[in-house]
């Protein structure tokens, strides 16, 4: 037990940060790092040692005060304020457009464009050919009309802003006719109603939750519709006793009628991904060849882009939205116009897509490329020939995440570790605060890893991981 006056020396005999910025000096490890920080550091570092001696009911170690162990407490903590906050993980969870990690890989021609066009000036709102001001989004409407055989597109920020510009545009102040069951609620309790809300548009209820029939919008219209709303459900589905009304269905009754029709495709494909295997999901190329006066999507997701909210219709009604000065709010920066430009040039061939970009890679990755990927993880950590180191190859299914294709259960496999006398729930902690963070999941005491969503590059990173983790466990229990 310590008495006050021990307590006391202590104390005393703490340094001040003036003598610590003298340590620092002689010390090349600080040289780069700001003096801002070198000084927030150690007052903090000295408070919490204080307040630890303060605390104390046991014998205090006076090696606590020494400059070698004061200084070790400073360069972790300044290791620890100096890294970004914004971090590349290891997505190990199976989840291939996981929204908390980022959603969807950028091809690596997306990357190579944005570094080109952010490292110096641009023709961003440049007319090369007239040598006049041009507009931003040119780089990209020619290629979205090209792939989707729309009149005219634009694109802003995210999909619930697509969606929010079209609606104050066409039906501010009107009536728009929806199915009961396509009132969608996105990630963050964003809601179809909400965004109709604060679009101006007032939200006309037709069906009921599993049933909506053609008959049902035709009972609605009247002398204040202003238009007739499609939603795709792509991040739920309602089976057994159901009923819908199809696109071309409401393109036909908005003729008869003269309003304008809209479809939120949500997540947005360009590929017909029921040729791989899976399940099917409307394309923006049939949506649009309907007739349909807007069609909006989003840039990521299923189509491996960067966060963006494509609009694409005829031109007289895109013409519309344009000009309402919400866009300029919404609208996107250079580098993401730069990741959707080199995103959208892969689709031009159709023989490479699926190659070339990771979201659609990782998707219809066969199985048995997955299971040489898990084999390969596997004998890495098996190579240190740690008696405490249980790891097995386990089936396991993948989802794509994302709000997208709800039903589609992928085959996969996980790698499970399991290392004696420390628990599943150490391992997983331990991996988040790596440099490297490792997200996994936790099943029957092992730490899971699904391999589909692993970069072949990030093998070796995961196997060095445990191996740093075995060595820092080496002596518990």
């Known amino acids: 037990m310590n008495d006050n006056s021990e307590i006391k020396k202590l104390l005393r005999s703490l340094p001040g940060v003036d003598r610590m910025l003298e340590w620092f000096k002689a010390d090349p490890y600080f040289e780069e790092i700001p003096r801002s920080i070198q000084v927030r550091t150690a007052r903090s570092v000295i408070d919490a040692v204080r307040d630890s001696i303060r605390a104390s009911n046991v014998e205090i170690d006076p090696e606590i005060i020494s400059k070698a162990s004061i200084l070790s407490r400073i360069k972790k903590a300044i290791a620890a304020s100096m890294q970004p906050n914004l971090r590349p993980v290891i997505n190990a969870t199976g989840v291939i457009i996981h929204t908390n990690l980022g959603r969807s890989l950028l091809a690596d021609s997306a990357l190579e464009n944005m570094q080109q066009i952010a490292a110096g000036y641009s023709n961003l709102e440049f007319d090369l050919k007239a040598g006049q001001r041009g507009s931003r989004y040119s780089s990209v409407e020619d290629l979205i009309c090209e792939i989707s055989q729309a009149e005219a597109a634009l694109v802003v920020n995210n999909n619930a802003g697509a969606v929010l510009l079209c609606l104050e545009t066409i039906a501010s102040g009107k009536n728009v006719i929806v199915s009961r069951g396509e009132l969608v609620e996105i990630g963050g309790s964003f809601r179809i109603p909400d965004v109709m809300t604060k679009s101006g548009a007032i939200l006309k209820e037709v ?7 053609l008959r049902d919008y035709e009972n609605a219209i009247d002398a204040h519709t202003g238009l007739l709303l499609k939603v795709h459900t792509s991040n739920y589905s309602v089976v057994g006793f159901t009923s819908g009304v199809s696109l071309q269905e409401l393109v036909n009754l908005g003729k008869q009628h003269n309003l304008a029709v809209m479809e939120d495709l949500g997540s947005g494909t360009f590929m017909d991904l029921s040729e791989y295997g899976l399940q099917k999901e409307p394309t923006v190329q049939e949506a649009v060849a309907t007739g349909a006066d807007v069609v909006t999507f989003s840039g990521d997701k299923l189509l491996g882009g960067p966060q963006t909210g494509v609009i694409a219709g005829s031109k007289p009604m895109l013409d519309q939205v344009k000009q309402n000065p919400i866009t300029r709010a919404l609208r996107i920066d250079k580098l993401t116009l730069a990741a959707l430009e080199a995103t959208l040039r892969l689709y031009r061939d ?13 998707l219809t990755m066969p199985l048995n490329a997955i299971e040489t990927r898990a084999e390969k993880l596997q004998k890495s950590l098996q190579a240190y020939h740690e008696k405490r180191l249980e790891v097995q ?25 399991k290392i004696a006398g420390v628990s599943a729930n150490r391992i997983d902690s331990w991996l988040r605060a790596y ?34 983790l075995l060595k820092e466990t080496e002596f518990e229990n």
């Open 350 to 362: 159709k023989a490479t897509v699926l190659d070339r970009i990771p979201t659609l890679r990782m």
């Open 393 to 417: 190859t386990v089936a396991a299914v993948s989802r794509a995440g994302g709000g997208s294709l709800p039903l589609l259960q992928l085959p996969s496999r996980c790698v499970g570790v």
């Open 435 to 468: 440099h490297r963070p490792i997200i996994g999941r936790i099943e029957a005491d092992f730490f899971m890893m699904d391999v589909r969503t692993v970069q072949d590059k990030e093998l070796m990173d995961i196997a060095t991981a445990f191996g740093n």
């Open 207 to 213: 069906g009921t939750t599993n049933r909506t029939h």
